[in-house]
């Protein structure tokens, strides 16, 4: 008697919050460009190297596999749905259809159906847990190892086959911080350390998070396929600043990777009155000005951020207008502020191992572990009061400030000024 019931109600409502929601995402100011955009800095969805390809690809094996399960099982369902909907007032009172049990045929079927979709799903798995678990044997010749150790809250690197000469006498892996520079199109195994707390490495465009785990060596494979500049992450909390624990990884075509070797084992550029005399018409290194504020701290300015890689270049050739005597003052007060101990800078007076290594932190784009770009008002704002950027790091706890008795107490202030020349010091270290 009645007509199936289609609750034209529960549809109305079913709609409006659809819009509303659509109007939600238009008037917040996303455009829908952003809220489905893939291809982010730390996006795995849009990849740059072969390890972090079969990862992408064998999610979407397994995305197809249950895009087709959902598909099956909502047909069945809303078959059934309408089909055996009840029709009548009758039909809603009626007895149940007599239930039938075991069906040798179905059950069989969906078993079968079952394991072959887990087959399907298998077998690129097991394929790619051996690829990606270590360098394949065709490129183990030409592969570069390199020690990665995590630090609260920073990334040191090693190159355990270019050994550099100590002014102390005898030699040391080639050390650097925050950004591993490799070459493009060779693969390179990571070797996996701690100094203290369980980290995580990961470059989401270039390969998945492994662990670095106290007293447990660990290692991870890529490869870039091309010269770029790719964001890593620490993907493992490890205390307060675990979240701004980042990393860089610059890939160098083979020729710019081995002009960057040479420079990197030469001890520490000194600037002085006279090179500054001989250097012919340096290069313009200029980042746009921009005030450090909370807001916009973390922020890459806008030439940076269109072509980090093209950046990084320009950061590699020593600063328009350096001025040798502030240089001198600032590496006077690198010692006097007790920085030395903190900080090795080969050539120089640094000596310290508990921090990042500086002998060419001014070539470097980013400060503070991928923080903030490594602009001279950055890294002023940073040297001036490190805590605001990095909470609970040690140069603050421990170095600006320390325990005593009857709790912290500060152990030394540096002035705009001193800042200034330990900025012109660090951002000679090219
Ligand atoms: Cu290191 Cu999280």
Redesign the pocket.
Same mark, same amino acid.
């Not at 707390?197 to 995580?200: A, D, E, L």
């Given at each position: 008697m009645t007509r199936p019931r289609l609750d034209h109600r529960l549809l109305l409502r079913l709609t409006s919050a659809l819009f509303a929601g659509l109007g939600l995402v238009f008037l917040s100011g996303c455009k829908l460009a952003e809220v489905f955009n893939l291809s982010g800095n730390q996006s795995t969805m849009v990849t740059a190297g072969p390890v972090a390809k079969a990862q992408w690809d064998l999610f979407m094996v397994t995305v197809y596999v249950s895009t087709f399960i959902f598909i099956v099982v909502g047909t069945v369902l809303a078959y059934a749905q309408i089909k055996f909907r009840a029709k009548s007032e009758a039909d809603e009172h009626a007895e149940p259809p007599p239930q039938g049990h075991g069906n040798p045929f179905v059950e069989i079927g969906l078993i079968a159906g079952s394991v072959a979709l887990l087959v399907i799903i298998a077998i690129p798995t097991l394929r790619d847990i051996w690829y990606t678990h270590d360098v394949p044997e065709s490129e183990k010749g030409n592969a570069i190892e390199v020690t990665a150790t *995590?630090y609260?809250?920073w990334f040191k690197f090693e190159y355990p086959s270019e050994m550099v000469k100590l002014p102390s006498g005898g030699e040391a892996p080639l050390v650097t911080s925050n950004e591993l520079v490799v070459p493009a199109g060779i693969a390179i195994r990571v070797q996996l350390r701690t100094i203290d707390?369980? &980290?995580?490495f990961w470059v989401p465009k270039l390969a998945g998070k492994v662990d =670095?785990m106290p007293n447990r060596g660990n290692f991870v494979w890529f490869k870039a396929d091309k010269p770029g500049y790719f964001y890593g992450q620490?993907?493992?909390?490890? *205390?307060e600043s &675990?979240?701004i =624990?980042r990393f860089r990884v610059i890939a160098l075509s083979p020729r710019d990777y081995s002009l960057w070797l040479e420079n990197q084992k030469q001890p520490a550029r000194t600037v002085t009155a006279q090179s500054l005399a001989a250097a012919t018409s340096p290069a313009t290194v200029q980042f746009a000005s921009m005030k450090v504020n909370p807001s916009d701290a973390l922020a890459g300015s806008p030439s940076f951020e269109a072509d980090p890689l093209a950046a990084w270049h320009a950061m590699q050739q020593p600063e328009a207008g350096e001025n040798a005597q502030l240089i001198a003052t600032g590496r006077k007060l690198f010692s006097d502020k007790t920085c030395i101990s903190c900080h090795n800078i080969r050539g120089h007076e640094g000596v310290g191992i508990t921090g990042p290594d500086l002998t060419r932190v001014g070539a470097r784009t980013t400060i503070a572990a991928g923080v903030l770009e490594n602009t001279r008002e950055r890294m002023h704002a940073w040297i001036k009061e490190p805590n605001h950027f990095k909470p609970g790091n040690k140069m603050w706890f421990g170095g600006y400030n320390v325990q005593d008795g009857d709790g912290w107490k500060p152990n030394f202030q540096v002035t705009d000024q001193e800042i200034d020349a330990l900025v012109a010091y660090l951002h000679s270290l090219k």
């Open positions: *995590g609260q809250w707390v369980i &980290h995580s =670095m620490c993907a493992e909390y490890c *205390g &675990h979240a =624990m």
